[in-house]
């Protein structure tokens, strides 16, 4: 067993800060020493890392990930391989990736075929959402199975007819069943087939550029779905989990459920606090036109600046409105995949690429004054780790925790950039992107991965986490 010693920096947890050295043994954390406390020359470990002026914080945890998902006739571009080594670049030890059911298959089969995609490939630890698009009396049953696959939340979507969608009332059986077995519901909160008319209607009037994905995917439609979910919710009594919350009135809903004392709970992404429906989906340039906006088409879509939502999803992330902050992690190449929809946004395969920026973008809240340093590390570990099952093993920097640590110099300084990243993307949502701080080690359990601009870890050093259930339920 290797023995390696984190000397000099600032230990940063989720409710403070402490000068201290970590001390990490094979794969575990085993001891936070304080300054003077212990004679130095007293630890004797094989490697000394210094951390002097730095933040040591609990490797990021990134709780919506899709490495190889099927989507619009093609694929993300992302392999576990290259999703996880680009995780890894960015100070994320975690992922939770989503294994799919798709409409007319089974679960099983499903998540037989992520473990596959995913064993041996990974460079850091990896869990498993499972994606239910089709509840039947089969996948109710097979839901019966999950608590022991380590699989403990499970996610519909009110959006995709025909593809993941699930209609009010096989929401409303799996949230029996969710209920009954403690089961996390994370809810995609779209009304798809209003949205699927709006669309319609817009590409019939000519309007066929990505900004258009925005008009369609109206907040209005997600505040409407969030709304019914939690309805849904509060009639079972299954905890929700709503994922890339963006519209502000969605966060309302949330807000008023959770002052009632319902267990509703909300993630945001990067993209809708930095980014906007007029800057991004209305983009034009040289090289694609109007269709540049298609390298920022997600769902739910980015939302207007002038109507206040990125300022609102700051506030939440504060208030305690909003719990997380995942990435959505879907990226696409413009090249031959977001090119599908050149002539009809429909057909653009929605997602964005942001797992290596995460940990530095919501940094980038502590510089601003948005966040507080501890509030930075709430948001991209400790509740992730908390909300899905993990904490205690992942999430915190601790005697028994797993030696997931990132060194992060404050006073280092990142340029985002297609030419430098290391996702599998021919174009960056973040080019041009100045970060003040900088990703400078990271280890996962007790192993060095990244260490100052070079990448020393390996495919297949990451494990299945088998997740608990919610320790973060009210
Ligand atoms: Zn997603």
Redesign the pocket.
């Known amino acids: 067993m290797t023995t390696t010693l984190i000397t000099g920096g600032t230990v940063v947890s989720a409710t403070g800060r402490s000068e201290a050295d970590v001390l990490i043994d094979g794969e575990k954390i085993v001891a936070l020493i304080s300054p003077g406390t212990t004679p130095l020359g007293t630890i004797a470990a094989d490697t000394v890392v210094d951390a002097t002026g730095k933040y040591v914080i609990p490797g990021g945890i990134d709780a919506?990930t899709?490495f190889e998902l099927p989507f619009g006739g093609t694929e993300a571009s992302d392999t576990f391989e290259s999703g996880t080594r680009a995780a890894a670049w960015g100070g994320t030890t975690t992922v939770i990736d989503?294994a799919v059911q798709t409409t007319g298959t089974k679960v099983q089969d499903g998540l037989a075929k992520w473990h596959d995609k995913a064993a041996g490939n990974c460079a850091i630890d990896y869990g498993f959402h499972q994606i239910m698009g089709g509840v039947d009396d089969d996948s109710l049953k097979a839901m019966r199975g999950f608590v022991d696959e380590g699989i403990t939340s499970y996610k519909m979507f009110m959006a995709y007819p025909g593809v993941f969608y699930s209609d009010d009332g096989q929401i409303l059986r799996a949230m029996q069943t969710a209920a009954d077995l403690g089961l996390l519901t994370m809810m995609h909160a779209e009304n798809g087939p209003a949205i699927d008319v709006l669309a319609a209607q817009l590409v019939e009037a000519g309007k066929t550029t990505p900004y258009y994905h925005g008009i369609a995917r109206a907040w209005q439609m997600e505040e409407e779905a969030t709304h019914r979910a939690i309805m849904l919710g509060n009639l079972t009594g299954a905890p929700l989990y709503v994922?890339?919350v963006s519209a502000k009135q969605a966060v309302e809903q949330l807000a008023w459920a959770r002052d009632k004392g319902q267990n509703v709970f909300g993630e945001t992404c990067p993209q809708y606090l930095y980014l906007s429906l007029e800057e991004q989906l209305g983009a034009d340039s040289k090289e694609w036109g109007a269709f540049e906006g298609a390298k920022w088409v997600c769902s739910t879509p980015l939302r207007s600046r002038e109507e206040g939502h990125q300022d609102h999803m700051w506030q939440a992330l504060r208030t305690n409105d909003l719990q997380m902050v995942s990435t959505?992690h879907?990226p696409f190449c413009m090249k031959g995949q977001k090119d599908l929809g050149v002539d009809d946004f429909r057909k653009i395969p929605n997602g964005i690429g942001s797992i290596e920026h995460r940990m530095d973008l919501m940094y980038q809240g502590v510089v601003t004054g948005e966040l507080t340093l501890e509030r930075w590390v709430e948001l991209t570990s400790t509740t992730p780790a908390r909300m899905f099952g993990m904490y205690g093993q992942k999430g915190v920097i601790a005697p028994g925790a797993d030696g997931d640590v990132v060194i992060y110099d404050p006073k280092g300084h990142t340029t985002i950039s297609k030419d430098t990243h290391h996702m599998n993307m021919d174009h960056s949502a973040w080019e041009g992107f100045e970060i003040d701080g900088h990703v400078d080690t990271v280890l996962s359990r007790g192993k060095v991965v990244i260490d100052r601009g070079e990448y020393l870890g390996a495919k297949g050093d990451g494990r299945f986490v088998k997740r608990g259930l919610s320790q973060y339920l009210i």
């Open positions: 919506h899709h989503f994922v890339h959505d879907c």
